[in-house]
């Protein structure tokens, strides 16, 4: 079965290309002030690309404020597990197109990579999905469902509302999430751990209004001098993020070589590397923290002033399993108790997004490890993602006792939401390979 899978996907890689090229020419941006009408046609060539694979009672999902997201699902044989399978339509917008080397919305291959926006993230991800239901022709060994949703890029507000809205839709045993990618290309890859996000906004004043800095100057405090003390007792003197109280966890999966890392961050020669631990567990499993933005006075058009009142947004990255909650109210405490000379100081909470460690001791994280090994001819490798997926935890929620696997045929020259964003098109019909693998072992899965 397995030499069949392979021929088969082998013999499908024009017509993956076909429908990945088909879907890239669709600018279907789904932010507010683009055109909506491309998301929808985008949800419908999405649809009809699933239905001639073989997927039936398709589907548009609309909710009110929303942009379409696409159901269908195909039957396997009688009391065969369920496999409910993610990707989404949207896209990031192309951002300056002369960053670009071709045009964003038109598909071009230059040494065996597809460039586009979305031609990765992940628009990849559903052809992935109609390819390994081609390759067992519509009739896999499991009942497979997917649903491709339309917002994803853009918004997150109507995600709980879609999931859990279609709870008996959706529901499945196996979830396969193929919006990440592989560590190297080549290298089959798990994503496990998802840090959460919290950030909160803080002014300091200090006096009614601005005043001139040498008639008044020496003994009133200015706000962005305040400020900036504030702000640097975030870390310690080795870089460690200094809020008390926040967890830290360990890390297991892959090693992050410092070359490399410093290579693809693009720090600048010479520039140290903050914190301690290893790389790997400062980027995916402890906080980091930092400062994203400042309101004060600009240098072009400074006076001589004392600043009465300065803001800054802070933004802390949170350990997987942290609570959100608990880790803003550390980080307000924190800034309130480290407030100088008794200024005055307002706080605003942003929206936290959790984080998610993935349980992967479960028969499907097994049989996904075979089927990726098979796949590549490499042992699996495990990664965190430094940002949220906020559908994970979603789905986590909704469906507590179904595996969730996180996967994709990005790679780590796939540019996603950048200039010049490509997929592989060897790691696509990997990627589907392996899918297509997975569904055949979990067939093994009893009920
Ligand atoms: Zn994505």
């Known amino acids: 079965m397995t030499q069949d899978l392979r021929t088969a996907i082998a013999a499908l890689a024009p017509r993956m290309r076909d429908d990945l090229e088909r879907l890239v020419r669709i600018p279907s941006v789904a932010f507010e ?8 046609a985008s949800a419908e060539a999405t649809a009809e690309i699933l239905a001639s694979a073989g997927f039936a009672d398709l589907q548009l999902i609309e909710l009110p404020g929303d942009h379409p997201a696409v159901f269908g699902r195909v039957d396997g044989p009688e009391g065969s597990p369920t496999v409910l399978l993610y990707a989404h339509h949207d896209v990031q917008p192309s951002g300056p197109e002369e960053l670009w080397d071709t045009p964003p919305f038109e598909p071009v291959e230059k040494d065996g990579r597809l460039f586009g926006r979305g031609s990765a993230d992940d628009k990849s991800g559903i052809v992935t999905h109609a390819a390994a239901l081609r390759a067992f022709e519509g009739h896999p060994p499991v009942t497979v469902k997917v649903i491709v949703e339309g917002e994803e890029e853009s918004s997150t507000e109507n995600l709980p509302t879609l999931v859990h809205g279609r709870r008996d839709l959706l529901t499945a045993e196996v979830i396969v999430v193929a919006d990440a990618g592989n560590w190297r290309t080549g290298q089959p890859t798990l994503t496990t751990t998802l840090r959460g996000l919290v950030d909160c906004t803080l002014e300091v004043r200090t006096l009614e209004l601005p005043v001139h800095s040498g008639a008044y100057g020496g003994p009133a405090p200015d706000a962005l001098v305040a400020l900036v003390r504030m702000l640097a007792t975030l870390h310690d003197e080795r870089g460690n993020v200094a809020i008390e109280g926040l967890a830290t966890e360990p890390w297991s999966g892959v090693d992050y070589p410092e070359d490399t890392y410093r290579g693809e961050a693009g720090v600048l020669p010479g520039v140290e590397l903050v914190g301690e631990g290893p790389l790997a567990e400062r980027l995916w499993t402890k906080p980091s923290v930092s400062v994203i933005g400042i309101d004060a006075p600009t240098v072009h058009g400074s006076r001589n002033i004392l600043v009465d009142r300065a803001r800054a947004r802070v933004s ?18 924190h800034l309130e108790a480290v407030a100088p000379w008794n200024v005055r100081v307002t706080l605003k909470r942003g929206n936290p997004a959790l984080g998610f460690a993935v349980p992967t001791g479960g028969p499907a994280h097994r049989a996904a490890r075979e089927a990726l090994a098979e796949a590549y001819g490499r042992d699996v490798v495990e990664v965190g993602s430094g940002g949220s997926i906020p559908l994970i935890p979603v789905l986590a929620e909704a469906f507590p006792s179904a595996e969730l696997l996180l996967v994709g045929a990005m790679d780590e020259r796939s540019n996603i939401h950048a200039q010049n964003e490509s997929v592989d098109l060897t790691e696509l019909a990997r990627a589907a390979l392996a899918e297509a693998l997975l569904l055949e072992q979990l067939s093994n899965l009893s009920r």
Not at 33 to 40: E, H, I, L, S
Not at 316 to 333: F, G, K, Q
């Open 316 to 333: 802390l990255r949170i350990p997987p399993s942290e609570d959100p909650e608990r880790a803003l109210s550390l980080l307000m405490n």
């Open 33 to 40: 002030g683009f055109d909506p009408g491309p998301v929808r």
